[in-house]
């Protein structure tokens, strides 16, 4: 993202016609709007954005710390990268989906055959389930278009034993991958595609896919991590219980919060994004001869929306709640929060989230995995 002007920073942080509430105890929104913005402390455990590697090795992080209300949906150019587009994908050739397994007839669907059933499907947050080491920029979110997975297995003579389907993505490439394993492919229930409104996703924020993000069509899954989003989609197979889990669940298991070692599509768990939050900044302010600081951040994941977010500054404090009025009014994209914080010392603070509600999951919060260090050296 482009550097930011101190007029451009506080402009976006008091506009977007309120969407980014203030919410402080000890002063109304339009009091900020009279403040001094100071500058933005810098996280002790941070690290720069990334951008490197090819193929199975890339890693390009989307830079969070600049989210603003204005900014929520993604470009195209900064949304994050986990594999880059294979050197041996040929898109001379007419692109075709293999369609085998357990079905009447096995054969092929063509992107013309898909073109009219697309549609808008709405903004989606894609996350890597390797998104647990800073910076945590292997995450964004996108307006995407595509087809319901279901109405193009609505168009297939699936035989009476199928009770699963696979998707399977091109994923080879003419040097070895030092980072992952190569075999990009995923087993679903008909009632988890259809739940989660999985769709074959065509279009990213009103373009045509880029290559990196999975041209010419990729499989997206609401709130599922994005480890089952496989790109360069280029085969369904229907298959029974007897499923085997593939390489790449196998891989992704413990990521993603798996029982065991399950051996079994059918022992899988959805790979669901469990409820998480993150403070992407601390502002410093001064307002009224005093120091306020603002932790801004965001919430994402989750089965339902909460309202029970708490903030936490060291280990000897209880947490508090989020002292603004946010709004998470869906799991599929991610909600801006912040909280206002006049800390009693000078010194270092570790900043952890939590949810006040047990009912809810929330594992990688308990492990401590979204832990920002800062250190204030005036109050």
């Known amino acids: 993202m482009a550097a930011w002007t101190r007029r451009t920073f506080i402009q976006q942080a008091l506009g977007a016609g309120g969407a980014l509430a203030l919410g402080l105890s000890c002063a109304r929104p339009e009091h900020f709007a009279g403040g001094e913005w100071l500058e933005n402390l810098s996280f002790l455990d941070g690290k720069q954005p990334l951008q490197l590697g090819d193929g199975l090795d890339a890693r390009f992080h989307t830079d969070l710390t600049a989210l603003t209300p204005a900014t929520l949906i993604t470009p195209n150019e900064h949304f994050f990268v986990r594999t880059r587009c294979s050197d041996l994908l040929n898109f001379a050739r007419p692109w075709q989906i293999a369609v085998r397994g357990l079905v009447e007839r096995p054969g092929e669907i063509g992107l013309d055959e898909l073109k009219p059933l697309v549609k808008p499907m709405g903004p989606v947050l894609l996350e890597c389930a390797g998104n647990q080491h800073r910076p945590f920029g292997l995450m964004s979110a996108a307006q995407w278009s595509g087809v319901p997975l279901t109405a193009v297995l609505a168009r297939l003579n699936i035989k009476a034993e199928a009770t699963r389907v696979l998707i399977s993505g091109f994923d080879e490439y003419s040097s070895k991958p030092h980072s992952s394993i190569p075999g990009a492919s995923w087993v679903f229930t008909f009632a988890e595609l259809e739940q989660y409104g999985a769709f074959l996703a065509t279009e990213m924020n009103g373009e045509p896919l880029p290559r990196d993000h999975g041209f010419p069509v990729r499989l997206v899954v609401p709130r599922w991590f994005s480890c089952v989003d496989i790109k360069w989609v280029n085969e369904i197979a229907l298959l029974d219980d007897g499923a085997r889990a593939t390489s790449q669940m196998l891989e992704f298991a413990s990521r993603i919060n798996q029982q065991g070692n399950p051996q079994f599509a059918r022992d899988f768990d959805p790979a669901l994004i469990d409820q998480a939050a993150l403070p992407i900044r601390v502002e410093k302010w001064r307002l009224d001869e005093r120091i306020v600081y603002r932790v801004v951040g965001l919430m994402w994941g989750g089965e339902r929306p909460t309202d029970k977010l708490m903030i936490r500054f060291g280990r000897d404090r209880d947490p508090v709640p989020v002292?603004?009025?946010?709004?998470?009014?869906?799991?599929?994209?991610?909600?801006?929060?912040?909280?206002?914080?006049?800390?009693?010392?000078?010194?270092?603070?570790?900043?952890?989230?939590?949810?006040?509600?047990?009912?809810?999951?929330t594992w990688r919060l308990d492990r401590g995995l979204h832990r920002r260090r800062i250190y204030i050296r005036q109050v």
Not at 326 to 349: C, K, M, V
């Open 323 to 361: 002292n603004m009025p946010y709004a998470q009014e869906t799991n599929d994209t991610w909600t801006l929060w912040s909280h206002a914080w006049e800390p009693a010392r000078i010194g270092f603070y570790d900043i952890t989230m939590h949810i006040d509600d047990a009912s809810i999951r």
